[in-house]
Every structure is written in structure tokens, then in C-alpha cells.
């Protein structure tokens, strides 16, 4: 996958000029607590019943934590998810021959469909040091939270009656359900506190049901179990925030 080896270059990039970066005399808090603020981006490719609806998409990442002095996590993230691959077409019954809609005006319209979601969650996480000298290591989380997605409707010119004006509710698919987020990956403490990032696998099941009563385009009542699930990767900066602690000055 293109975008994965450019995520892993970029990495690459970081880890090698954040080891370059701690060749410098710096002051660290070694043993102390953390409160971190994060903000990234990703990508996910889907499973399940997910991939039925949708391609793969991208995501913004805010996330806050806080690592004890025995380095446990405790935390929330926010996903924000996007995409434009809607494989499902629920404008199908209003196609020409051609493929196309029309508009009220006859014109042939511009709709667009596009994946939109989210996830929110808490849980709990750990992290294992690579050595005493360091905060940096291995971050395991599980986070517990709530999934939700739905199509959203570009309609460039407005003039596609069935779904404007709150219509587009019988079209629009709306599946939201209680999720597990496991992820695992790489977090870099610097030592000069300057560069702090981590590099993130995710795997997100999402036990959901679609919110509206039936769909518009088919007259059948919406599905009231599905299984959604998201196999991703990303990269968040964090700004941590060392809450005193035994320092220890680090030669190189």
C-alpha cells in the first residue's frame, strides 16, 4: 500500500533525526508523571461490514493522556473519520441509464457521496521503557468508546430534491454502536523535550446498528447488527507536560 510506505519513511525520517537530536547535554525528569496533549493523522483500511459500505480512509487524531510515574496510560482519543470511497450507492434508484442524476432543473447534478464518522473513547494503556535513561519505548492502549458513520451528501448546485432539505436522513445509512480500539506502537520522549511523537497500529471492532428505521431507497428496515471494523496506522505529536519527579542530567 503506497500510503503505508509513505507513513513508514516518514517515520523513519523522525526516528533518525531524533536520535541525531539527543547527541546534546539536556535535563530530563526521568521518574515523573506525564500529562500529554496529542494531535495526528492516519489511515484505515476496513473489514467486515465496513468494507461493503466503504474504501479506506483517512483520519485527525486528538488524544489526552496521562502516564503515571510506573509508566500506566490513562486516556481518551477523538477520531474524526473520512473518506471518499462509498461503495454502497443509495442514490442508485434515482440513476438514468446513464449512470447520472438529474436535478429538479433537468440538469445533470453534482452529488458527491463521501464517508464521514467518528470514534470516542477511554481506556487504559501501558508503556514498556527501552531503558532506564529514557521515557521513550513501547506503547500497548485499549480504549472502549463509541463508533459512529454515515454518508455524507455533496450536492454542489442544491438541486437534488430527495435529499435536501433533512430528506437525505432515509439515504444517509447512519450506524453508530459501542467499539474496542486496541493499538500498539513506538512513543518518543525526547530528551530535550523538544520532538515528542508516537507511531501507532490500530484495530478498532465496532459492534453497531444502523440508527434509522428503514432506508428510502429500498423500503427495507435498517440492519440491527453489523460488525465494523478498521485495521489502521498513525503518527500523533504530543506536547507533554513532566510533573516534577527526580531529575538526572543525560551525557552523550
Known amino acids: ?5 509513505i507513513f513508514l519513511l516518514f517515520f523513519s525520517a523522525i526516528f533518525g533525526f531524533s536520535q541525531i537530536n539527543a547527541q546534546v547535554d539536556s535535563t530530563k525528569y526521568i521518574n515523573s508523571s506525564i500529562t500529554s496533549f496529542g494531535f495526528g493523522m492516519g489511515a484505515d483500511l476496513p473489514g467486515g461490514d465496513l ?6 480512509n483517512l483520519n485527525f487524531t486528538l488524544q489526552g493522556e496521562y ?8 486516556g481518551s482519543e477523538l477520531l474524526f473519520i473520512f473518506g471518499a470511497n462509498v461503495k454502497e450507492d443509495v442514490l442508485a434508484p434515482f440513476r438514468t441509464s446513464t449512470g447520472v442524476i438529474l436535478g429538479d432543473d433537468n440538469q445533470i447534478a453534482d452529488v458527491f457521496l463521501r464517508q464521514r464518522g467518528i470514534f470516542i473513547g477511554a481506556g487504559i ?9 529514557s521515557r521513550s519505548g513501547i506503547k500497548f492502549n485499549l480504549h472502549a468508546g463509541i463508533l459512529q458513520h454515515h454518508i455524507r451528501f455533496a450536492d454542489e448546485r442544491n438541486s437534488v430534491a430527495q435529499i435536501r432539505a433533512g430528506r437525505h436522513i432515509g439515504y444517509d445509512r447512519l450506524t453508530r454502536g459501542f467499539s474496542l480500539k486496541e493499538s500498539i506502537g513506538y512513543k518518543h520522549l525526547s530528551h530535550d523535550r523538544r520532538l515528542n511523537f ?3 497500529f490500530d484495530f478498532i471492532q465496532g459492534f453497531t446498528s444502523e440508527v434509522r428505521a428503514f432506508n428510502f431507497d429500498t423500503g427495507l428496515a435498517s440492519i440491527p447488527s453489523r460488525l465494523d471494523l478498521m485495521f489502521g496506522i498513525r503518527i500523533v ?10 531529575e538526572a542530567a543525560i551525557y552523550y
Not at 502516564?67 to 490513562?74: D, E, K, Q
Not at 494503556?125 to 535513561?133: A, D, K, P, S, T
Open 198 to 200: 508516537e507511531f501507532m
Open 67 to 74: 502516564i503515571t510515574s510506573a509508566n500506566w496510560i490513562f
Open 51 to 56: 468494507s461493503i459500505r466503504y474504501g479506506s
Open 1 to 5: 500500500m503506497n500510503l503505508g510506505k
Open 125 to 133: 494503556g501501558r508503556l514498556i521503557q527501552f531503558n532506564r535513561e
Open 237 to 246: 505529536w504530543n506536547l507533554p507536560f513532566y510533573h516534577g519527579g527526580s
